[in-house]
């Protein structure tokens, strides 16, 4: 197979890549680009939604997507996207309600919760479910992080009322 | 065809520590020049909340806020002795260590300021966040830190500590087989209720309430972590989690996520616990070990549930769909019969 070099924009960032035909996101991410490791790699098949990334806003595996496909798009994984608001607001979501422990889960997780609530920022219990029912965690039993997801979007749609009723719960 | 309900419960009593003539845990204490005290040890973090846990301890025995704790721990290369972060030991045997080795170090603490007050260390107390005063005197104060730089830039003492916890091992009475082979016993007892599809064999856990008596919790929020993480656990042991085939070839076997079947955010039910805390006699701060007896209960629990729903005796896990359905075409046979 022959090797390729094409340009990707990475956390805001237009990175040259060499790669050929079965390189995948994953590889280029924790590999060649800096240690990226936010992106896990619990399976290389598309079984836990611990390499979870966003290109052009939409959930990928990136395990599973090859990079040779991905020329010009834009690639965000969590240390990208760290700080913006939207983030901010569902990390402390999930420390509020104990939702990480090992923390193996917790990127992928994060990054599901945004693209749920990008879409669809007032989800209901079942919508909250189906998002996240392609990501493995081994640790928490998914209760404290359903609770996270919940409190997320209440913080983020909720406006002045939901960041009083958080900051009551914090206090 | 239906849905059944039913309701099974089970209980566990889970020991902490063995006796039988080593199960060690060390560790040790030192004050830094810039006053943050580092607990060294080897047990590992791995999510339960080790280093939470840890740092009160030390935080609690030296009397300094839980700030000027850091826990450097997990590298057994240069790390003084752990037996092991398994069986639910290391809050009792690494917690029992570290209050050793911080007794140590507050000693070493207390003595230096003793000389910077022109005191009786005897006379010293701490307040806890971050000062040592004279008993009744709060003005005769100085900042631990303050006590910790000036330990070693001036009087020549390193406020550290060491600390190891080892029981005397426990022989069996030759004439009675008695002995004491552990240090303390955590109870709990889980009940659940389930509901059974008796043409798919699909079986839903609908709630899963437990009590737990787990000495004195440490940290409630992290107890909590374990019960919960805990409970799921157990519910894939009871119905999905095996590594055997499913059918009598090994290359039916599961080998990854997308055919080892786990239970997901969807099968959750709501689970309920309570707590009790009888403080342990040789627990640190009457602690006991809450860790593996999480995921022990839950499991018979389901599978009585499963029973008391179908009026059958699976006694195997998991209990998939296929061995509900063969229960169930055991007990027609019989019952035709
Ligand atoms: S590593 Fe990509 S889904 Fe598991
Ligand atoms: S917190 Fe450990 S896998 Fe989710």
């Known amino acids: 197979m022959t090797a390729k070099i094409l340009s990707l924009n990475v956390n ?9 035909g079965l ?6 991410l924790r590999d060649q680009l800096g240690l990226l490791t936010s992106v896990k790699d619990g399976c290389t098949q598309g079984g836990c939604g611990s390499c979870s990334v966003l290109v052009d806003g939409e959930l990928w595996l990136s395990c599973l997507a090859p990079v040779a496909a991905l020329a010009g798009r834009a690639v965000m994984t969590l240390e990208g996207l760290k700080q913006s608001a939207g983030i901010a607001a569902i990390q402390q979501s999930f420390i509020d309600n104990s939702a990480a422990q090992c923390g193996f889960c917790t990127p992928g997780m994060i990054l599901t919760v945004k693209a749920l609530l990008d879409a669809n920022p007032e989800p209901s219990h079942d919508e909250i479910l189906e998002a996240l029912s392609g990501n493995l965690c081994r640790c928490t039993g998914y209760l404290p992080i359903v609770e ?13 009322d939901a960041a009083r009723a958080s900051e009551g719960r914090e206090g | 065809m239906a849905k059944l309900r039913g309701t099974g419960m089970a209980a566990v009593n889970y020991p902490t520590g063995m006796h039988l003539g080593g199960d060690p845990t060390m560790a ?16 590992v973090e791995l999510g339960q909340g080790l280093k ?14 839980l700030e000027a704790v850091v826990v450097d721990t997990g590298d057994t290369d240069t790390g003084p002795h752990c037996s092991g972060t398994g069986a639910s030991r290391t809050t009792h045997r690494a917690g029992n260590a570290v209050i050793a080795a911080a007794k140590e170090a507050r000693q070493e603490m207390l003595d230096v300021a003793a000389e910077m007050l022109e005191v009786s260390a005897d006379d010293l107390v701490t307040d806890g966040k971050g000062n040592i005063h004279v008993k009744g005197v709060v003005e005769k104060s100085l900042p631990a830190a303050e006590v910790a730089a000036a330990g070693q830039f001036v009087y020549g003492k390193s406020i550290s500590g060491r600390g190891i916890f080892l029981p005397p091992a426990s022989k069996q009475d030759p004439e009675t087989g008695e002995s004491a082979p552990y240090s303390t016993q955590a109870h709990a007892c889980t009940v659940v209720e389930v509901e059974v599809d008796t043409e798919t064999g699909a079986v839903r856990v609908l709630s ?3 009590v737990y008596e787990i000495g004195r919790q440490v940290n409630p929020e992290l107890v909590k972590g374990q019960i919960v993480g ?22 039916h076997a599961p080998y990854d996520f997308l055919n080892y079947v786990i239970p997901g955010a969807a099968e959750m039910p709501e689970v309920q616990c309570e707590i009790l805390e009888y403080p342990s006699e040789t627990g640190p701060y009457g602690a006991k070990g809450v860790g ?10 389901i599978v009585n549930a499963i029973n008391n729903a179908l009026d059958v005796c699976i006694g195997e896990i998991p209990v998939t769909p296929e061995v509900v359905l063969r229960a169930l075409e055991e007990k027609a046979r019989a019952d035709g019969a």
């Not at chain 2, 040790?28 to 047990?43: E, Q």
């Not at chain 2, 009160?56 to 806020?65: F, H, K, N, R, S």
């Not at chain 2, 593996?292 to 629990?301: F, Q």
Request: net charge negative; with cysteine; aromatic share 6%.
């Open chain 1, 12 to 20: 805001g960032r237009d990175e040259t890549i060499l790669c050929d």
């Open chain 1, 23 to 28: 390189t995948t996101l994953q590889e280029v």
């Open chain 1, 148 to 160: 996270a997801v919940k409190d997320a979007a209440a913080r983020l749609s909720g406006g002045a």
């Open chain 2, 28 to 43: 040790l204490v030192h004050a830094t020049s810039s006053g943050s005290f580092v607990v060294t040890l080897s047990s």
């Open chain 2, 52 to 65: 939470t846990v840890l740092a009160q301890i030390a935080a609690e025995t030296l009397g300094v806020p």
């Open chain 2, 208 to 210: 899963l309430k437990s």
């Open chain 2, 230 to 251: 805990g409970a799921w656990m157990g519910i894939g042991h009871a119905l999905y989690e095996t590594t055997a085939p499913y059918y009598p070839a090994i290359d």
């Open chain 2, 292 to 301: 593996e007896m999480v995921a022990n209960a839950p499991i018979p629990a």
